[in-house]
């Protein structure tokens, strides 16, 4: 019977198997962050425990970091977590892109960029967007910090074998339609759980023609429709990527290690515990009006009606998210008033992100009532924005240029959004107060973002770029 590529990666990092009990699985690749690893190395320090392999370990500092005076920390607890990893890199011999490092950035940013992430890997962090790596063909999940702590000490981790699924996605997508409003459609058509238990293999022509940074925008949202982890096969687009890369392999050994990423498929004949299709052409740019993912809608849709819940327990939920969002029930999308704008995150940071949202910002101007923020997910990312001049581009229509980290996303420093008012998000989570208590955070692609910022309402961003071609 044939494999899939999820089968093939797995099987190949057991180390030990037995019936009924979970696969001790090897691990390429440990990214550490500073939020989830203070209590892991405090286990080590306790037990007497050393790091079994330092150099198949990473470490930034990305969550808390500030966007504006990055050395003048005034948050204490961000303050200590960020010199604890310090502490804890040094003691333990760990490499840490820290705060000054030009490679210092959003762990899921930085990994493919510095060519850490390489197909074939098994790759975890502690932190639930692990599944961004998944885009380069490996199989990359978040874990706890006692799991973080064992992956330390063992460079090895218990798992259960999870089940398979394939996502197909085929036709052409519309002008104004990224890989950001694909799997937000996904997520509004499949809700937040139709994912559990399962490691999705996305595929189909549209996966097929996505840049590496699309397909980590589709990989990093997996997470938020709850499967354990997402990828896609490695092909020549993903070669190319990592091709002369910092940590990636050089020379001879790129060619070999290319010949060997070139078996990461799955034959003609896998099968999937489950398989479903999507038909790229009914997607539209996509706005989340709700309080998780899959409370979202096209643009030129309207927030559902009460009476259209399928349930009780539908109807309660949707009543909530109406109450925290500020909005009726049918409310058109397009009618919603924005005053911040936050592009940045994991999702949606890297430099063809931002290259999209200038291209909409270009030679405009940001709202009267809108603040927009522009983070991006590197210093490397920082670094090319600003050869190419994206930043005069932004910084000239009205948006602030930060310094690269988390940020807005979760508003652990002190970029936040008042309580009430509406953010054009490109981050992956909407939850009642992820940016800030009481804020109020739509899930949208950087051109829609963009174009968000310059009118403080949402429009149908494929209309407008039809009318800028005429
Ligand atoms: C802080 C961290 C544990 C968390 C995660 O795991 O995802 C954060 O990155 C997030 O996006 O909510
Ligand atoms: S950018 Fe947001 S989603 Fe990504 S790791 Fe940071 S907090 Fe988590």
């Keep these: 019977m044939g494999r899939s590529i999820i089968e093939k990666i797995w099987d190949k990092h057991i180390i030990h198997q037995e019936e009924g ?18 209590q892991a190395f405090s286990g080590l320090r306790m037990k007497n425990r ?4 330092p150099d198949k370990t990473f470490a930034t500092m990305d969550h808390n970091v500030p966007t504006v005076n990055r050395y003048k920390i005034e ?20 490499p840490l892109a820290g705060i000054d490092s030009p490679d210092q950035g959003i762990v899921h940013v930085i990994g493919p960029e510095l060519g850490f992430t390489q197909p074939g890997m098994t790759i975890v962090c502690g932190d639930s967007h692990t599944s961004t790596h998944g885009a380069f063909g490996s199989i990359a999940f978040g874990i706890g910090t006692s799991e973080v702590e064992h992956v330390l000490a063992t460079q090895t981790l218990w798992q259960a074998k999870p089940k398979t699924m394939k996502i197909e996605i085929s036709g052409t997508l519309r002008k104004g339609v990224t ?3 694909v799997i937000l459609y996904i997520l509004s058509q499949k809700g937040v759980n139709f994912g559990q238990g399962y490691i999705i293999e996305y595929c189909g022509d549209v996966i097929k023609k996505m840049s590496m ?3 980590m925008t589709i990989c990093n949202m997996s997470i938020e429709g709850g499967a354990k982890a997402g990828l896609v ?5 993903t070669f190319s990527y990592l091709n002369g890369r910092k940590h990636a392999p050089k020379g001879e050994n790129f060619v070999h290690a290319v010949k060997k990423w070139r078996e990461l498929t799955s034959d003609e004949n896998a099968i999937f515990d489950k398989e479903m299709s999507i038909d790229a052409s009914q997607i539209a740019p996509m706005v989340s009006w709700g309080t998780n993912p ?6 030129n849709d309207h927030v559902p009606y009460l009476k259209d819940c399928k349930n009780p327990i539908e109807q309660r939920s949707l009543e ?7 909005l009726e029930e049918g409310q058109k999308i397009k009618d919603i008033e924005i005053q911040h704008v936050f592009i940045g995150s994991c999702t949606n940071s890297r430099i063809e992100d931002l290259r999209q949202a200038a291209e909409i910002v270009k030679g405009k101007r940001v709202h009267s009532n809108v603040r927009a923020l522009v983070v991006p997910g590197s210093q490397q990312v920082k670094k090319q924005a600003e050869a190419e001049g994206l930043n005069i581009i932004f910084q000239n229509a009205g948006f602030e240029w930060r310094e690269s980290g988390c940020s807005m996303c979760l508003s652990m420093n002190n970029d936040i959004v008042p309580s009430g008012e509406h953010c054009a998000s490109t981050s992956n989570r909407n939850f009642e107060g992820r940016q800030g208590s009481g804020a109020r955070t739509h899930l949208v692609s950087p051109m829609m973002a963009a174009a968000a910022a310059l009118n403080g309402r949402f429009i149908d961003v494929g209309k407008l770029m039809e009318v800028e071609t005429v």
């Design 294 to 299: 899959a409370m979202t809608s096209s643009v």
């Design 21 to 38: 009990k979970p696969d001790l699985l090897y691990i390429d690749l440990h990214l550490v962050h500073e939020v989830t690893s203070p």
């Design 50 to 53: 050393k790091v079994r392999q």
């Design 233 to 237: 096969s490695p092909d020549e687009t």
């Design 75 to 94: 948050d204490k607890v961000a303050l200590n977590q960020m010199t604890t990893l310090e502490k804890n890199c040094m003691e333990f011999g760990i």
């Design 179 to 181: 890989a950001k409003d």
């Design 213 to 215: 940074e699309e397909r």
């Design 320 to 326: 909530r998210a109406l109450t925290y969002m500020g």
